[in-house]
């Protein structure tokens, strides 16, 4: 079964170019960063959120995609219909793409489908599985994330675990850490081989454009979204350690007993600790070693003299 299952994480402007940006890859021959040419092929993208005149054919006109190779369909559609699957096979027999987008997958289960109950899901997927199999190609099923974060990624879409299970591979894309604008592509599942890098990719006015490997995880990309104070209390933390830390490595005890004085709590420290890259190592032996801070450049102190 050639399906995969992608899962958008945060919201925001530009989000949306993910997908535009596959097709557009597809058109020119042009995969992930690393891998190599290949022919171009055919996209068909099956949408029920996107304008094609007013939002997807702009994007990918400002990607530069070979629009000859790009076909989009925004009628509606239900897939547990007979008339409606046959008219998706139909698609697909005529234009004989090489990969199928499904946006979202949901809007196309019908009103009577209870996508969180799995035996509903796999009695749409496993048709729509074996016909990709007949057809030759990968479906890409698009899903937004459900509200709850910090729940492992392969539960994070909305929706029946069904979903991911009955996928191939799964990729989760979106936004996370403290910059907002620090996008990756996080592959989370893969049935047939290792799971790939962590790709950085950025969307500006000038358009998609990978940006080398990320070194962003899943649970940054749904971890809850700071409010405007926990964002500046963490600012705080960062340049507090930083201060800190600028001449040479300092013992964890007093690390802790300064962010106290200083009105900083622990897991605000603690996460702190981690955007600013810093790593705690051991330095001496039995009941005289100590923990200290330091950052990951920094070569380790070579600790009291014994």
Excluded at 284 to 299: D, E, H, I
């Amino acid at each position: 079964m050639r399906q995969a299952d992608a899962a958008r994480g945060r919201p925001g402007p530009g989000q949306e170019l993910d997908r535009p940006a596959l097709a557009t890859a597809g058109s020119r021959g042009q995969g992930f960063p690393g891998s190599g040419a290949f022919p171009p092929f055919r996209t068909l993208i099956f949408t029920a959120e996107d304008g094609l005149g007013d939002t997807l054919r702009p994007r990918l006109d400002l990607l530069g995609a070979d629009l000859a190779a790009v076909l989009l369909h925004d009628q509606p559609l239900d897939l547990a219909q007979g008339d409606d699957f046959a008219e998706v096979e139909q698609a697909m027999a005529e234009h004989r793409p090489r990969l199928v987008i499904l946006d979202p997958i949901v809007a196309y289960l019908g009103a009577k489908t209870d996508f969180y109950r799995a035996n509903e899901v796999r009695s749409i997927l496993a048709p729509l599985a074996r016909l990709a199999e007949r057809q030759g190609c990968a479906v890409l099923a698009v899903r937004h994330l459900n509200k709850s974060r910090g729940n492992r990624s392969i539960y994070a879409g909305q929706g029946s675990i069904d979903f991911t299970a009955a996928a191939r591979s799964v990729l989760l894309a979106g936004c996370g850490g403290d910059d907002a604008a620090a996008r990756a592509l996080v592959h989370i599942k893969c049935n047939l081989a290792a799971l790939g890098a962590t790709l950085a990719y950025t969307i500006d006015e000038e358009g998609f454009r990978w940006a080398g490997e990320s070194p962003l995880r899943a649970s940054d990309l749904l971890a809850p979204e700071a409010t405007v104070d926990e964002a500046s209390t963490l600012d705080e933390a960062r340049a507090f350690l930083r201060s800190l830390l600028a001449a040479g490595s300092l013992a964890t005890a007093e690390i802790y007993a300064a962010a106290t004085q200083a009105g900083i709590s622990e897991p605000t420290l603690r996460r702190a600790k981690q955007r600013e890259g810093i790593v705690a190592r051991r330095h001496g032996y039995g009941p005289g070693g100590t923990w200290r801070w330091s950052f990951a450049a920094t070569p380790p102190d070579p600790g009291p003299e014994r």
